[in-house]
C-alpha cells in the first residue's frame, strides 16, 4: 500500500466514494468521476497506486491505464483490462469500432458489480483522447457502479459529453505544507538536521519531487545547502531532474532551451500581463522581443500551450508559473545570477509603481503590493518600513472598497509577508487593524447598529500588535466612550457585549480581560 503524506483530505473524499460504489443499491455516489490535477511530481500517480491498492484490498474490480495514448490504443487497453477479469471476452465483432467493443466489454464487468476506473497522466491538451474517453464514460456511468479517477496536469474539461461533465469534480494537488515535508523527511529516513530539513523545505516548498531529488543529493553525494560552494551544483540537479527531465521532458532540446530562457525571466514576477512581459523581455531578453503586442500575446499563449506550466490567474489578474516550479526557477536565478536577479526586482518594483500611479480601481491595488513585493528584495529595511507605511497611508485614503481589498488580499499573501521583516508585517497589520477599528467606531457613533459595529471596534483594537499593555489601553477606551457619550456607550452595553457568545469567540484569550474591566466599570458607577 502506498503511503500518503499531507493527502488526508484527497483520502477522505476516495474513501467515501469507495464506500459509496460498495453500496451503491442504497447510497447515490456524489462524486462518480474526479480529476486529480497538478504539475509533473506533485503526486498524482501515488494517488492511482493507492486507490489501486484499496481496490485490491476490497476486491473491487478496477481498469488502471496509464492515458497519455491515442484514442485508438486507449480503447484497446480498455478491453485488455476487462480480460484480465473475463478472459472470454472478446473484442472480435465484425463492424464494430474499437469504442463500441471497449463500452461493451466495460458493460460486460459492470453486470458482475462495481467497477473502479483510474486514467492516468490524461493529456488535457490531446481533445482526439479527451473525446474518446468522454464517449465512453458517457455510455457507462450513469449506472451508480462505476468510479472514475482521473489524473492531469490541468483541469479537464469534457465539452463533448454534457453528462460526463455534469459528473466530473476537479480537485487540484497541493504541495506539502512545511510539517507534512518534515513527515515525508521522516518516512524517507532523511538526517535529522533541523537547519538542513528548512533548507530543504525553503527550497522545494514542499514540491514532493523536488523535495526527493533534493533529499538524495545530499544524503547520496554530500551536498550540503548551508555550504555556499555545494548551492550551484545541489541546485543544477534539482533543475535537471525536475524540470528537464519531468516537467519539460516532452519538449524537443531547441524548443525546451527557448522556453528556459523565456521561464527563468517570467518566474521573478508573481504575475504579469502582455505589458511587463514585453517590458521585461525588451530589456532583459532581447533574443526574445517580438515585434508587436499580438506578437507578445501569441508569445505568452505559446509558452502555455506547450509547456503546461503558465496560465491565466484569475486571483491574481494576469499569467504566472505554477508556484512550485516557479519557486525552483527563482532560486536558479537568486543562486547562478544574483545581480541580475536583484536588478529585474528593481526594475518590476519601478514599472509597477508607474501602473498603480496611472491605473485606477481594483488594478491600482494589484500592482501597488506587486511594487511593495518587488521593493522588499532590494531595498534597506529602514527605507522598506518608510515605503510600506506611506503606501498603507495612502491606501487608507481610498475608497473603502479598495482598502478592503488590500487588507484582504495582504492578510492573505503568505508570500509577500516572507519577504518583510516581522516587524515590517506587525506594522502593516497594526495600521490596517487601526484603521478598520476607527472605521467601525465611526459607524457605532452614529447611533445604528452599535453594538454590531463596537463588537468590530473592541475586535480589531485588540488585535493591534502594536498594543503593548492591553489591559490599560481598553481600560482607557472603555472609560473614555462611556464618558463620551453614556446613552450611546452605556457600561450596560458594554456587558451585553462582553455576555455575547460570538463576541467571546472573536476575542478568544481576550474576552476574560474585556468582561473583567467592564464589570470595573458597572462597580463603578454604583
Same mark, same amino acid.
Given at each position: 500500500?502506498?503511503?500518503?503524506?499531507?493527502?488526508?483530505?484527497?483520502?477522505?473524499?476516495?474513501?467515501?466514494?469507495?464506500?459509496?460504489?460498495?453500496?451503491?443499491?442504497? @447510497?447515490?455516489?456524489?462524486?462518480?468521476?474526479?480529476?486529480?490535477?497538478?504539475?509533473?511530481?506533485?503526486?498524482?500517480?501515488?494517488?492511482?497506486?493507492?486507490?489501486?491498492?484499496?481496490?485490491?484490498?476490497?476486491?473491487?474490480? &478496477?481498469?488502471?491505464?496509464?492515458?497519455?495514448?491515442?484514442?485508438?490504443?486507449?480503447?484497446?487497453?480498455?478491453?485488455?483490462?476487462?480480460?484480465?477479469?473475463?478472459? %472470454?471476452?472478446?473484442?472480435?465483432?465484425?463492424?464494430?469500432?474499437?469504442?463500441?467493443?471497449?463500452?461493451?466489454?466495460?458493460?460486460?464487468?459492470?453486470?458482475?458489480?462495481?467497477?473502479?476506473?483510474?486514467?492516468?497522466?490524461?493529456?488535457?491538451?490531446?481533445?482526439?483522447?479527451?473525446?474518446?474517453?468522454?464517449?465512453?464514460?458517457?455510455?457507462?456511468?450513469?449506472?451508480?457502479?462505476?468510479?472514475?479517477?482521473?489524473?492531469?496536469?490541468?483541469?479537464?474539461?469534457?465539452?463533448?459529453?454534457?453528462?460526463?461533465?455534469?459528473?466530473?469534480?476537479?480537485?487540484?494537488?497541493?504541495?506539502?505544507?512545511?510539517?507534512?515535508?518534515?513527515?515525508?523527511?521522516?518516512?524517507?529516513?532523511?538526517?535529522?538536521?533541523?537547519?538542513?530539513?528548512?533548507?530543504?523545505?525553503?527550497?522545494?516548498?514542499?514540491?514532493?519531487?523536488?523535495?526527493?531529488?533534493?533529499?538524495?543529493?545530499?544524503?547520496?553525494?554530500?551536498?550540503?545547502?548551508?555550504?555556499?560552494?555545494?548551492?550551484?551544483?545541489?541546485?543544477?540537479?534539482?533543475?535537471?531532474?525536475?524540470?528537464?527531465?519531468?516537467?519539460?521532458?516532452?519538449?524537443?532540446?531547441?524548443?525546451?532551451?527557448?522556453?528556459?530562457?523565456?521561464?527563468?525571466?517570467?518566474?521573478?514576477?508573481?504575475?504579469?500581463?502582455? @505589458?511587463?512581459?514585453?517590458?521585461?523581455?525588451?530589456?532583459?531578453?532581447?533574443?526574445?522581443?517580438?515585434?508587436?503586442?499580438?506578437?507578445?500575446?501569441?508569445?505568452?499563449?505559446?509558452?502555455?500551450?506547450?509547456?503546461?506550466? /503558465?496560465?491565466?490567474?484569475?486571483?491574481?489578474?494576469?499569467?504566472?508559473?505554477?508556484?512550485?516550479?516557479?519557486?525552483?526557477?527563482?532560486?536558479?536565478?537568486?543562486?547562478?545570477?544574483?545581480?541580475?536577479?536583484?536588478?529585474?526586482?528593481?526594475?518590476?518594483?519601478?514599472?509597477?509603481?508607474?501602473?498603480?500611479?496611472?491605473?485606477?480601481?481594483?488594478? *491600482?491595488?494589484?500592482?501597488?503590493?506587486?511594487?511593495? &513585493? *518587488?521593493?522588499?528584495?532590494?531595498?534597506?529595511?529602514?527605507?522598506?518600513?518608510?515605503?510600506?507605511?506611506?503606501?498603507?497611508?495612502?491606501?487608507?485614503?481610498?475608497?473603502?472598497?479598495?482598502?478592503?481589498?488590500?487588507?484582504?488580499? %495582504?492578510?492573505?499573501?503568505?508570500?509577500?509577508?516572507?519577504?518583510?521583516?516581522?516587524?515590517?508585517?506587525?506594522?502593516?497589520?497594526?495600521?490596517?487593524?487601526?484603521?478598520?477599528?476607527?472605521?467601525?467606531?465611526?459607524?457605532?457613533?452614529?447611533?445604528?447598529?452599535?453594538?454590531?459595529?463596537?463588537?468590530?471596534?473592541?475586535?480589531?483594537?485588540?488585535?493591534?500588535?502594536?498594543?503593548?499593555?492591553?489591559?490599560?489601553?481598553?481600560?482607557?477606551?472603555?472609560?473614555?466612550?462611556?464618558?463620551?457619550?453614556?446613552?450611546?456607550?452605556?457600561?450596560?452595553?458594554?456587558?451585553?457585549?462582553?455576555?455575547?457568545?460570538?463576541?467571546?469567540?472573536?476575542?478568544?484569550?481576550?474576552?476574560?480581560?474585556?468582561?473583567?474591566?467592564?464589570?470595573? /466599570?458597572?462597580?463603578?458607577?454604583?
Amino acid at each position: 500500500m502506498v503511503t500518503f503524506i499531507n493527502r488526508e483530505e484527497e483520502k477522505e473524499v476516495i474513501r467515501e466514494s469507495l464506500q459509496a460504489l460498495r453500496d451503491y443499491k442504497h @447510497v447515490l455516489l456524489r462524486t462518480p468521476i474526479i480529476d486529480f490535477h497538478g504539475i509533473d511530481g506533485i503526486g498524482k500517480t501515488s494517488i492511482v497506486q493507492h486507490i489501486e491498492g484499496l481496490c485490491e484490498q476490497a476486491h473491487i474490480p &478496477y481498469i488502471r491505464i496509464a492515458a497519455n495514448k491515442t484514442a485508438q490504443e486507449f480503447s484497446q487497453s480498455v478491453i485488455q483490462q476487462v480480460r484480465r477479469y473475463n478472459k %472470454f471476452f472478446s473484442d472480435e465483432q465484425p463492424d464494430t469500432s474499437s469504442l463500441q467493443q471497449s463500452i461493451i466489454a466495460i458493460k460486460d464487468l459492470l453486470k458482475r458489480g462495481v467497477v473502479v476506473m483510474l486514467l492516468d497522466a490524461v493529456d488535457p491538451l490531446n481533445r482526439e483522447l479527451i473525446d474518446r474517453i468522454a464517449n465512453t464514460l458517457s455510455e457507462v456511468i450513469d449506472e451508480n457502479k462505476l468510479f472514475v479517477v482521473l489524473t492531469s496536469r490541468k483541469v479537464l474539461a469534457f465539452e463533448s459529453a454534457r453528462t460526463v461533465a455534469r459528473k466530473l469534480s476537479s480537485i487540484a494537488l497541493k504541495p506539502f505544507d512545511q510539517k507534512s515535508c518534515a513527515d515525508y523527511l521522516d518516512e524517507v529516513g532523511t538526517p535529522p538536521n533541523r537547519e538542513v530539513r528548512d533548507y530543504i523545505y525553503d527550497w522545494t516548498r514542499g514540491y514532493p519531487l523536488a523535495i526527493e531529488v533534493m533529499t538524495n543529493a545530499i544524503i547520496q553525494q554530500g551536498l550540503d545547502p548551508r555550504i555556499a560552494a555545494n548551492q550551484q551544483p545541489l541546485m543544477e540537479q534539482i533543475f535537471h531532474q525536475v524540470i528537464e527531465e519531468k516537467v519539460l521532458a516532452h519538449l524537443k532540446p531547441s524548443l525546451r532551451d527557448k522556453y528556459q530562457t523565456a521561464l527563468l525571466l517570467l518566474a521573478i514576477p508573481r504575475r504579469f500581463n502582455v @505589458v511587463i512581459m514585453q517590458e521585461l523581455i525588451e530589456r532583459f531578453e532581447p533574443t526574445l522581443k517580438r515585434e508587436s503586442s499580438i506578437a507578445y500575446i501569441n508569445l505568452s499563449q505559446e509558452i502555455i500551450r506547450e509547456t503546461g506550466i /503558465l496560465s491565466w490567474n484569475m486571483l491574481k489578474a494576469g499569467f504566472s508559473i505554477d508556484a512550485p516550479v516557479r519557486h525552483i526557477y527563482l532560486l536558479k536565478s537568486k543562486i547562478e545570477q544574483d545581480g541580475r536577479y536583484l536588478e529585474i526586482h528593481r526594475f518590476l518594483a519601478s514599472l509597477n509603481k508607474q501602473l498603480a500611479d496611472t491605473i485606477p480601481g481594483t488594478d *491600482h491595488i494589484l500592482y501597488m503590493r506587486e511594487y511593495l &513585493y *518587488h521593493s522588499a528584495f532590494t531595498v534597506e529595511p529602514l527605507e522598506m518600513s518608510r515605503i510600506l507605511e506611506q503606501a498603507v497611508q495612502q491606501i487608507i485614503k481610498e475608497s473603502p472598497i479598495l482598502f478592503e481589498q488590500f487588507y484582504e488580499e %495582504f492578510s492573505q499573501d503568505k508570500d509577500f509577508q516572507e519577504q518583510l521583516s516581522s516587524e515590517q508585517t506587525l506594522k502593516v497589520h497594526s495600521l490596517l487593524y487601526q484603521h478598520r477599528a476607527q472605521t467601525n467606531l465611526q459607524l457605532a457613533r452614529q447611533g445604528t447598529n452599535t453594538e454590531r459595529f463596537l463588537r468590530e471596534f473592541f475586535y480589531y483594537t485588540l488585535k493591534d500588535p502594536h498594543i503593548l499593555d492591553q489591559r490599560s489601553h481598553l481600560d482607557q477606551l472603555l472609560h473614555k466612550l462611556n464618558e463620551e457619550d453614556v446613552q450611546i456607550f452605556s457600561a450596560q452595553l458594554f456587558a451585553t457585549l462582553a455576555e455575547d457568545e460570538e463576541f467571546k469567540t472573536a476575542l478568544g484569550q481576550h474576552a476574560e480581560l474585556f468582561s473583567s474591566l467592564v464589570q470595573q /466599570l458597572l462597580e463603578g458607577e454604583h
